[in-house]
């Protein structure tokens, strides 16, 4: 049953995917709204899938890669029909849903199992923590679709090529303000998901901060949000430069994601190799 | 019934003779009454632009009724005929029915794909309606009109883009700045096109104007012009950073905004975007000016070229719309086919069934010993025959409305049979469509 929730998801944001992109290139409006209403429609199945997950496994359905690249591709899909919603930019899914397509592909190819939990993380923390910085992840994604598309049309604008992409894409001030206010959103959750880990590190290790790989790349992480929002707020970073570092912010980020379950050195993080070795 | 257009156009006739067979828009009432009343003419209706004088009407007699149209707009605008007909041209059927289409789609105007037009055809057809000289053909051929512009507007580009300097330059600024309605244009000396853009601007809500020039009289009087203020020359880089789109035409020689001007005003507005419209020859602005981060510039080639590339666009949906017009086209001349066609077949069957009533009536009446079961037969033997003779007329007419000579084989008919003419009932017609 969960299964066929899980496909189905699967196959609506593919479908939903494929119209975006053909939207990029055709000027159907009629393209963009079913787009839209397809991926709201896969949203909820998605979320329905999500939350029998929860009860079936007993604990928050982030522990492994599986679970957490899914997760990770609902709150991408959530937080990007609330920004579509909120600035009528059908075209913001062109450059959004294939990235909530490809991480729900990749879960689909990592083991459905549900895993015995180890101890570390049997915690009430692991519902907030996750989910938090995942929902950061989730800003972060959106923001990096919007700077991309801001580098595109900022192209386009300074090299006179008015081509239809152009006339498609909307005007640079909505593009920044969207990466803005990712960013506003994003920052915040993003710190309250490592000060919450923190603290479940503490109880859960002994120890606040140990210098883990993934603890290391959330900072780094952390601190090239922070410059972009210090940089906006105070010297008028905008445009280009803040695209630009959203771009490299979201590298950054996915690689504390995933780069870091890959590195040589065990991550305290790294449950999905532990869980794949112990109790697959 | 049959549809004729006779007219003259920007593409026909100078401004000179346009002028003087136009109609005034608040006194149609006279010429749509005497157009309706002349003999041959059934409905009628004026279309008066400064671009396009054409007249609409619905006739029995194609030759006659575009004679008597053309005789009516020379008199009415006491010019000879001789003078006026090598501009006019004439269409009727399927070829009226695609000039209107066109007109109303905008494909015949002087700037494809403007949208005034459209509505002028509408005030024509108000007023028409309003005298009563539009009937059944002319009310569902202006209606399909409509339809058909607002299918090529939705369906293709052809309205979608800016075919002038200044509306390019428009459109360009609120790809930058999305709304335009707390923004601030700054003119740098003064000029036509100048103007022209600065009043594009203000029109499409710009909050403030201001005005420089080396004489700092003339920046007063067009700062009272558009409501805005004078900023005397010396104090322009004072006053820039004020500024998100500077419209520039000056007749300086070398150029009067640098790059390193312009990073210095950027860094005080803190890095908001800043859109130069260089619109002077030779160029007022350095072209190194782009360069700068958040910085757009466009010269007055730059302009031309999106305003030239735009035109290519909607010479490319023109295409496209002259494909949704001869699809329409089909329709309604199938529609105005069988309007003609219908009462035909319906008066042809009825004359038929008259013969065969009456004849068969005298034959029954004059049969003395005809068999119990007789009369029934020769209702099938005559109903039968009569049905077979009638099958392939029918057919054939139906089949001609889809577009052929459907006016012939009705003449034909008629005047074979005796038929009397059947006017079309309004209520009827709906399902004769498609």
């Known amino acids: 049953m969960n299964a066929l929730l899980f496909y189905s998801t699967l196959g609506i944001y593919c479908i939903a995917t494929f119209i975006y992109l053909v939207y990029l290139l055709k000027p159907r409006e009629i393209l963009g709204r079913s787009a839209h209403w397809l991926i709201a429609a896969g949203f909820l199945i998605h979320c329905t899938f999500t939350v029998i997950r929860y009860i079936e496994a007993g604990h928050t359905p982030i522990t492994n890669l599986h679970e957490s690249l899914s997760f990770f591709s609902l709150a991408v899909v959530g937080v990007f029909i609330a920004f579509e919603r909120k600035y009528h930019v059908f075209i913001l899914g062109s450059f959004v849903t294939p990235l909530a397509f490809l991480l729900l592909l990749a879960s689909s190819l990592h083991s459905s199992a549900i895993p015995l939990l180890p101890p570390a993380l049997k915690s009430k923390w692991l519902l907030v923590h996750s989910s938090l910085a995942f929902l950061s992840y989730a800003t972060f994604a959106v923001a990096f679709g919007a700077a991309i598309m801001y580098l595109i049309q900022e192209h386009f604008l300074k090299k006179k090529r008015l081509g239809p992409l152009y006339q498609k894409l909307p005007s640079l001030v909505i593009l920044d303000e969207i990466n803005y206010r990712c960013l506003t959103f994003g920052f915040p959750l993003l710190t309250i998901a490592i000060i919450t880990g923190a603290i479940w590190a503490e109880t859960a290790w002994g120890t606040y901060w140990s210098w883990d790989p993934k603890e290391t790349w959330s900072l780094i992480t952390w601190f090239i949000y922070a410059a972009l929002l210090h940089g906006r707020l105070t010297t008028g970073w905008r445009g280009k430069r803040a695209a630009m570092l959203s771009i490299i912010g979201f590298c950054v980020m996915l690689f504390t994601f995933l780069g870091v379950n890959l590195l040589p050195s065990a991550s305290l993080h790294s449950y999905d190799r532990l869980l794949g070795e112990k109790y697959r | 019934?049959?549809?004729?257009?006779?007219?003259?156009?920007?593409?026909?006739?100078?401004?000179?003779?346009?002028?003087?067979?136009?109609?005034?828009?608040?006194?149609?009432?006279?010429?749509?009454?005497?157009?309706?009343?002349?003999?041959?003419?059934?409905?009628?209706?004026?279309?008066?632009?400064?671009?396009?004088?054409?007249?609409?009407?619905?006739?029995?007699?194609?030759?006659?009724?575009?004679?008597?149209?053309?005789?009516?707009?020379?008199?009415?605008?006491?010019?000879?005929?001789?003078?006026?007909?090598?501009?006019?041209?004439?269409?009727?059927?399927?070829?009226?029915?695609?000039?209107?289409?066109?007109?109303?789609?905008?494909?015949?105007?002087?700037?494809?794909?403007?949208?005034?037009?459209?509505?002028?055809?509408?005030?024509?057809?108000?007023?028409?309606?309003?005298?009563?000289?539009?009937?059944?053909?002319?009310?569902?051929?202006?209606?399909?009109?409509?339809?058909?512009?607002?299918?090529?507007?939705?369906?293709?580009?052809?309205?979608?883009?800016?075919?002038?300097?200044?509306?390019?330059?428009?459109?360009?600024?609120?790809?930058?700045?999305?709304?335009?309605?707390?923004?601030?244009?700054?003119?740098?000396?003064?000029?036509?096109?100048?103007?022209?853009?600065?009043?594009?601007?203000?029109?499409?809500?710009?909050?403030?104007?201001?005005?420089?020039?080396?004489?700092?009289?003339?920046?007063?009087?067009?700062?009272?012009?558009?409501?805005?203020?004078?900023?005397?020359?010396?104090?322009?880089?004072?006053?820039?950073?004020?500024?998100?789109?500077?419209?520039?035409?000056?007749?300086?020689?070398?150029?009067?905004?640098?790059?390193?001007?312009?990073?210095?005003?950027?860094?005080?507005?803190?890095?908001?975007?800043?859109?130069?419209?260089?619109?002077?020859?030779?160029?007022?602005?350095?072209?190194?000016?782009?360069?700068?981060?958040?910085?757009?510039?466009?010269?007055?080639?730059?302009?031309?070229?999106?305003?030239?590339?735009?035109?290519?666009?909607?010479?490319?949906?023109?295409?496209?719309?002259?494909?949704?017009?001869?699809?329409?086209?089909?329709?309604?001349?199938?529609?105005?086919?069988?309007?003609?066609?219908?009462?035909?077949?319906?008066?042809?069957?009825?004359?038929?069934?008259?013969?065969?009533?009456?004849?068969?009536?005298?034959?029954?009446?004059?049969?003395?010993?005809?068999?119990?079961?007789?009369?029934?037969?020769?209702?099938?033997?005559?109903?039968?025959?009569?049905?077979?003779?009638?099958?392939?007329?029918?057919?054939l007419l139906k089949r001609t409305g889809q577009g052929g000579r459907t006016d012939l084989y009705v003449d034909a008919l008629r005047q074979l049979f005796e038929l009397e003419t059947v006017a079309p009932q309004e209520e009827n017609l709906d399902d004769l469509e498609e």
């Not at chain 2, 740098?188 to 009043?199: D, H, Q, R």
């Not at chain 2, 066609?341 to 009536?361: C, D, S």
């Open chain 2, 1 to 395: 019934m049959n549809i004729v257009v006779v007219g003259l156009s920007h593409k026909t006739a100078s401004v000179e003779i346009r002028e003087k067979v136009a109609f005034a828009p608040n006194r149609m009432e006279k010429p749509l009454k005497e157009l309706a009343g002349l003999p041959d003419i059934n409905e009628g209706l004026i279309v008066s632009t400064c671009n396009r004088v054409e007249i609409y009407a619905s006739t029995h007699d194609i030759a006659g009724g575009m004679a008597r149209v053309k005789r009516f707009l020379a008199d009415f605008h006491n010019i000879s005929l001789d003078v006026l007909e090598p501009h006019l041209y004439s269409h009727h059927g399927e070829a009226a029915i695609r000039h209107l289409f066109r007109v109303a789609s905008s494909l015949d105007s002087m700037v494809v794909g403007e949208p005034q037009i459209l509505g002028q055809i509408k005030t024509a057809y108000g007023y028409a309606a309003e005298y009563k000289t539009s009937g059944i053909i002319l009310n569902r051929f202006l209606h399909k009109a409509f339809s058909v512009a607002k299918r090529v507007r939705t369906e293709t580009k052809i309205a979608s883009s800016a075919v002038s300097v200044s509306f390019a330059a428009v459109e360009l600024a609120k790809k930058i700045f999305g709304d335009l309605t707390d923004k601030t244009v700054m003119l740098i000396g003064a000029g036509e096109m100048c103007e022209l853009a600065a009043k594009h601007f203000l029109n499409n809500g710009v909050r403030g104007v201001m005005v420089t020039n080396r004489t700092y009289e003339r920046a007063e009087r067009l700062a009272e012009e558009f409501d805005g203020r004078a900023v005397r020359f010396e104090d322009l880089f004072d006053h820039l950073h004020k500024a998100d789109i500077i419209l520039s035409s000056t007749g300086a020689t070398h150029f009067i905004i640098g790059a390193k001007d312009v990073e210095a005003v950027i860094h005080r507005r803190r890095q908001k975007p800043m859109f130069f419209i260089d619109i002077a020859v030779p160029r007022d602005i350095d072209p190194k000016v782009n360069d700068v981060e958040n910085v757009y510039l466009y010269d007055m080639d730059d302009l031309q070229g999106v305003v030239s590339s735009n035109l290519q666009l909607r010479a490319e949906e023109a295409k496209k719309a002259e494909g949704i017009i001869d699809q329409e086209i089909g329709r309604f001349f199938n529609w105005l086919s069988l309007l003609e066609v219908t009462p035909t077949i319906v008066a042809l069957r009825t004359r038929f069934e008259e013969v065969r009533q009456a004849e068969l009536a005298k034959t029954v009446a004059g049969w003395k010993d005809l068999p119990p079961d007789g009369q029934k037969r020769l209702e099938a033997l005559t109903s039968a025959i009569t049905n077979k003779l009638l099958h392939p007329p029918t057919n």
